[in-house]
């Protein structure tokens, strides 16, 4: 997958790291919860009562988003330069790292730094610097 650099702005990230900060922030400030995509999925297996509602609803809002999105402002189909089974691998090794990391990249990088976590901290440090050496090691030892 690459990034279509022609049609980048910077506008659009800002926008969009807004509107992440903002779910992040109403969803602790009206919910009293971390807004961490992995753990909400978690509680959804098995439900805990009482707690499936908004958790479902921001679930949701995840799917809807994206084709709302795609409805207003049609933009091209991604491009993947790697297999169904390889994109499969890859998002179960990420599920585990989330689990084995006791959260991911929403819970720690956005929530967990805004809120100063040490933790959260050396979690982001170590799925960044995994990334780098993965993006690393595939685009330039194994090509």
Do not use: K, Y
């Not at 800002?14 to 995509?37: K, S, Y």
């Not at 499969?88 to 956005?110: D, E, N």
Request: positive net charge.
């Amino acid at each position: 997958m690459q990034i279509d650099w022609q049609n980048f702005t910077p506008l659009s990230a800002l926008a969009g790291g807004a509107t992440i900060g903002l779910a992040a922030g109403l969803c602790a400030l009206l919910l009293g919860r971390v807004a961490g995509v992995s753990g909400i999925l978690a509680g959804l297996a098995p439900p805990r009562p009482g707690d499936v509602g908004w958790r479902l609803a921001f679930v949701a809002g995840l799917l809807a988003a994206p084709l709302a999105f795609a409805l207003a402002w049609p933009v091209a189909a991604p491009e993947f330069d790697a297999s169904a089974a390889t994109l499969v691998l890859a998002g179960l090794l990420v599920g585990f790292g989330a689990r084995l990391g006791s959260g991911c990249t929403s819970g720690h990088g956005v929530c967990g730094l805004s809120r100063l976590s040490p933790r959260s901290a050396v979690a982001t440090a170590t799925f960044m610097g995994a990334a780098l050496l993965t993006v690393f090691f595939v685009r330039h030892i194994v090509q």
